[in-house]
């Protein structure tokens, strides 16, 4: 009796203590943290973003130097989050110690905005800020049902169908205008496993404007419904170029990663992908000849994808006004001139892509022009359930175990019985 | 008197109590309250991020998974690598350990050699092991070389899962093969003098006084050996890049718990409650085991 009684006293007692201890802590920091960004005061504000190339960290490196420079008294302390870029952002927000600004895929962004973790940003914003600069689809991809803005992007890019110059001239072909020109360009290029006439990634990012040009939806009312019949019948094609004309294969068939390094590595004749494939191509594989087109039209519609990231605030950032002072300048013309001044992604205001001229770069001009007709990669706060149950069913289609219209329906039930016992 | 010795004895424990109290708070904070709070989780709806909020929902976790076809799969999965893994993960140790004990030459180094897989980290063997499952990986080279087909290692729906399996039973086997060498030095060498006096074979010798005197290590080595793959979580990570595929072949019951703890939004109770399965679902299959085993002694 006298011993149980003396645990739980113990116990109380070490209970307590550790919330003296976190008590305290968090004091502290609470202390540490009362800036709000006065003037004259020094302020640190945290960025998290995910990694990228060195020369695109020197290019945001660079661009934050001349924030700083602008405005003395704010610090940015930039974290690269390595992997797993999403896991940790909503980890580290649950937990409170969420970055004041960081990066948000649109693809992500509806459920994130939906949680209420992001502030809205529309009290923040000036006319200088010039808002109807940005291209108005990857503008709207970051507003809340509340029709309010949550972010805004910093850069974009499109699909383009790359392709290797030697190749089409040794098969003595010409780049595909339409998708039935480049099934037939495929067969011609493709020599048995050695080199495949078109590289594909069988994921719904890739995949989505595609499933959507025959008429279907890949999603309704927010739950998953691309076991339509058009939806298969648009899909089929990639389906049957892989498993009957044997012209198309999967980027780890041949043992790479992706796409890009399929191409590179002369595993591929051509492959769809995005702007930043270019500099990687030519810095990884200096020697190889490519060119870039608008991706083949399907059914006589030009089609392609965008996929755009913008920079959000956490909505318990203790440091707001600094923390918008850096997402307006990331974002303004002046910040954004300087990151994507080298190309490696596509500028969202308009007048800085007037500026830049993207627009009559041979490789990137394809790119560019996609912007006004491409689908940006979002749909509704469920698109990420969705797309994990289309990529892990589409793959056994693709490499022929089973019929596209078989594996489509049972992931179509497994998503949406998934969304609908959330 | 009485009263005294009871002062004496208060005053004792309450000494003990405080030595042992930075060890309690420690398991307190960190052990016995998170399985506490996951409890808690597996009952309630909880949404995490922005409005934290945690509605009870009764059993609806737990009723949920019935119709959870991703949780069968998973299972499933799970299921397929523990009854394949287990065996031969254990009949490997076993074999391994009797072999580098029987005096051969070179067996410390022998020893050495096997004991090294085991130290690298799980993490790091399996980005090497995915370079050598490789399309034009070093596997696909030494099949074709001796004119076996070769696989799609990684890539392969029907092939993935078994991949992971050749790689840890490979990995895992030579922890157990130095637990059973321990063991071995404890089997009395006047049982095999004896046994060979009566004309035993090293056949019947391993059968009938190795194998039964190891009985014990054995249950130990099936037991941890059950709790390990049941877990099985970074090597099925690793290999999918998080999301079970391809077709849902890797994706085991951990993979999915953290799925649907970390990847989806506001379903950390499921996750908590298919995580309280899993740990009833563990506990059975040790309970079975050592019912089937009939030992015993106690780990």
Redesign the interface.
């Known amino acids: 009796m006298?011993?149980k009684k003396?645990?739980a006293t113990?116990?109380a007692?070490?209970?307590l203590?550790?919330s003296l201890l976190a008590g305290c802590s968090g004091g502290e920091k609470a202390e540490q943290t009362n800036g709000g960004g006065k003037a004259g005061e020094q302020v640190e504000v945290t960025l998290a973003g995910w990694g990228g190339n060195p020369t695109e960290q020197k290019l945001l490196k660079q661009t934050l130097d001349d924030f700083e420079k602008k405005y003395p008294n704010i610090k940015v302390k930039y974290e690269v989050i390595a992997d797993?870029y999403?896991?940790v952002i909503?980890?580290r927000?649950?937990g409170g110690q969420g970055p004041d600004v960081f990066y948000l895929d649109a693809f992500e962004a509806p459920?994130?905005i939906e949680?209420?973790?992001l502030e809205p940003l529309d009290k923040y914003v000036t006319d200088d800020f010039d808002i109807n600069d940005f291209e108005k689809p990857m503008l709207d991809a970051f507003k809340g049902k509340d029709g309010k803005i949550y972010g805004f992007p910093k850069d974009y890019s499109t699909l383009a169908l790359f392709y290797n110059k030697k190749m089409f001239e040794e098969a003595g072909v010409e780049v595909p205008r339409t998708w039935d020109e480049l099934r037939e360009v495929a067969k011609k290029l493709t020599k048995g496993k050695q080199v495949y006439g078109f590289g594909v990634a069988p994921e719904l990012a890739r995949l989505y404007y595609i499933a959507e040009s025959k008429g279907g939806k890949v999603v309704t009312d927010n739950k998953a419904s691309f076991a339509d019949p058009k939806v298969v019948e648009a899909l089929q094609p990639i389906v049957d170029m892989h498993v009957k004309d044997k012209s198309a294969a999967?980027p780890?068939?041949?043992?790479a990663t992706w796409g890009g390094e399929m191409f590179g590595q002369g595993k591929a004749a051509m492959v769809i992908e995005g702007n930043w494939a270019i500099p990687f191509l030519q810095e990884t594989f200096p020697n190889l000849e490519f060119g870039t087109a608008e991706i083949p039209t399907i059914n006589g519609k030009k089609t392609t994808m965008a996929y755009t990231v913008a920079y959000v605030m956490n909505?318990d950032s203790k440091k707001k006004e600094a923390a918008w002072k850096l997402i307006e300048y990331l974002t303004g013309k002046e910040g954004m001139k300087t990151w994507t001044s080298k190309g490696y992604a596509l500028p969202t205001r308009k007048s800085v892509a007037a500026e830049l001229g993207f627009d009559k770069d041979p490789l990137r001009a394809p790119l560019v022009a996609g912007a006004s007709y491409a689908t940006v990669w979002q749909n509704g706060?469920n698109l990420?359930?969705i797309t994990?149950n289309f990529?892990?069913?589409f793959?056994?289609a693709f490499?022929g175990?089973r019929p596209l219209a078989e594996a489509l329906k049972e992931a179509q039930?497994?998503a949406n019985?998934?969304i609908q016992?959330? | 008197m009485k009263r005294m010795s009871?002062k004496r004895?208060?005053r004792e424990?309450?000494a003990g109590?405080?030595f042992?109290?930075p060890t309690?708070?420690v398991l307190?904070?960190f052990i016995i309250g998170p399985i506490l709070f996951a409890i808690f989780l597996a009952f309630h709806k909880v949404?995490?991020?922005?409005?934290?909020s945690f509605e009870f929902v009764g059993l609806d976790n737990f009723k949920?998974m019935a119709?959870?076809?991703?949780a069968k799969i998973a299972l499933w999965n799970t299921l397929k690598y523990v009854i394949i893994v287990v065996p031969f993960q254990t009949i490997l140790a076993l074999v391994l350990a009797a072999t580098l004990n029987a005096g051969l030459k070179g067996q410390k180094f022998f020893r050495i050699v096997y004991f090294l897989p085991t130290l690298t980290s799980s993490a790091v063997l399996t980005l090497i092991f995915m370079w050598m499952y490789?399309?034009?990986?070093l596997i696909n080279h030494v099949l074709k070389a001796v004119g076996l087909p070769t696989y799609?290692w990684?890539?392969?729906?029907?092939v993935a899962l078994n991949a992971i399996m050749i790689m840890n039973i490979w990995a895992t086997a030579p922890y157990f093969m130095v637990i059973y060498l321990a063991a071995l030095q404890d089997v009395p060498d006047s049982l095999y003098e004896a046994a060979e006096l009566d004309g035993a074979s090293a056949w019947q010798k391993f059968w009938h006084i190795t194998v039964p005197y190891l009985r014990p290590v054995t249950s130990f080595v099936v037991i941890m050996g059950l709790i390990g793959t049941f877990q099985l979580f970074d090597q099925s990570y690793i290999f999918s890049s998080?999301?079970?595929?391809?077709?849902?072949s890797t994706l085991t019951v951990v993979l999915l718990i953290y799925?649907y703890a970390?990847?989806?939004?506001?379903?950390m109770g499921?996750a908590a409650a298919l995580a309280f399965a899993l740990a009833i679902l563990i506990f059975i299959a040790t309970l079975l085991q050592r019912k089937l085993s009939k030992e015993e002694s106690l780990y």
Do not use: C, H
């Open positions: 006298e011993m003396w645990l113990v116990g007692a070490s209970v203590f550790g797993q999403m896991d909503k980890t927000l649950a459920a994130l949680t209420g973790a999967q780890n068939e041949v043992g909505k706060t990420p359930i994990n990529n892990n069913q793959v056994s490499l175990e039930k497994t019985s998934e016992s959330k | 009871t004895m208060w424990a309450g109590y405080l042992l109290s309690l708070f307190l904070l949404q995490l991020l922005g409005t934290t949920r119709d959870d076809t991703r490789n399309q034009n990986g799609n990684i890539g392969d729906p029907d998080g999301s079970g595929g391809p077709n849902n799925q970390f990847k989806t939004l506001g379903t499921y």
